[in-house]
């Protein structure tokens, strides 16, 4: 039996098996021909080669898309995105890290205030046995039989707190998170979340899901390289450009980092803001967690605007990986209790 927690979310989709992690776009791409396979250097970077044949269709999927697919799939529309997106982008992640003719049991999540409204659905469609194609670098053919035999979704912050709550055995942990009342603010691509752990009760009052997301952001800073190149840029290409500053459009280059101080300021604010609002009556909340990676990187700007003791983020922790590494443990404390994870 294979444990696996896979989040899959509107700008990257994220897996752990325990022992794995793997993070790739959430973007499909139609599958071309590719006429010459070789990578010009071996010294090249190696991108993540994922090519999946489901239901009849071929995709080329997350930078394979990006770099080599003419028409390519990217949704911000929750509704699309679980109908069209999910099924591919998880059996992706499964594909990479599941173990061949052996039984899965998946956990996932949904952003709080679609979990009532698709976590059946979308808890039946990845159940079963399905039948895939997954084809490599090479242009060699593989089939696979994925056999899903548990899945267990909930709504997505829950990730981060079951990864602060429980140990690698799926035990419960720090005591610290069990018995006091957690405030969590996850901030991901397309939305923010937010939940509150009451020693471990979910609070509905203190729970909703809002627009914040780093789209916002990125929205802003595409219209302003519109506005300077004329070029509309599509958002899921300034992940890396946002990061490192800069972006190189027809040969020029495009200073970035003061624009992005500036919007990721101006929706820390909208984010502390809707803190205050949604938690008006949790003034007897303990700490607050910020995490997600859009978390991440509005942290600096987030943290001193919210109102309590917020637990310090980690330098060396990729926060994006939180909610899924968390899913993980989930599934080791509902069917694999105690057993330590195998090296």
Sequence with gaps: MDIIGVDVGFGFTKASNGQDLLIFKSLLGEAAEIQYRERLLDEADR??????????????????????????????????????????????????????????RLVTGLPVVYYQRHSQDLGRMLLGKHELTVVDEAGERKELSLNVDKVRVVPQPFGSLFNLMLDDSGEAGDRRFLEEKIGVIDVGFRTADFTISDRTRYSQRGSDTTE?????????????????????????????????GTIKIRGKKYELKT?????????????????????????????MVVTGGGGAVLASHLEPLLNGEVLPMKPDEDYRFNNVRGYWKYGKNLWARGTKPSS
């Excluded at 595409?222 to 070029?231: D, T, Y």
Aim: charged content about 25%.
């Design 212 to 244: 914040s997301g780093i789209t916002q952001a990125f929205n802003t800073i595409a219209a302003k390289l519109q506005e300077k190149s004329g070029v509309n840029v599509e958002l899921y290409r300034l992940f890396d450009a946002v990061a490192d």
């Design 47 to 104: 991108e993540e080669h994922l090519h999946l044949e489901v239901d009849g269709e071929s995709y080329f999927i997350g930078e394979l898309a990006e770099r080599q697919s003419h028409t390519r799939f990217f949704t911000l529309d929750q509704t699309q995105f679980v109908s069209h997106f999910t099924k591919v982008l998880a059996f992706a992640a499964l594909s990479r890290l599941s173990t061949p003719n052996v039984p899965v």
């Design 259 to 287: 624009i992005t101080e500036q919007v990721f300021k101006q929706l820390a604010s909208s984010i502390s803001t809707e803190v205050e609002r949604l938690w008006a009556d949790d003034w007897d909340i303990d700490v």
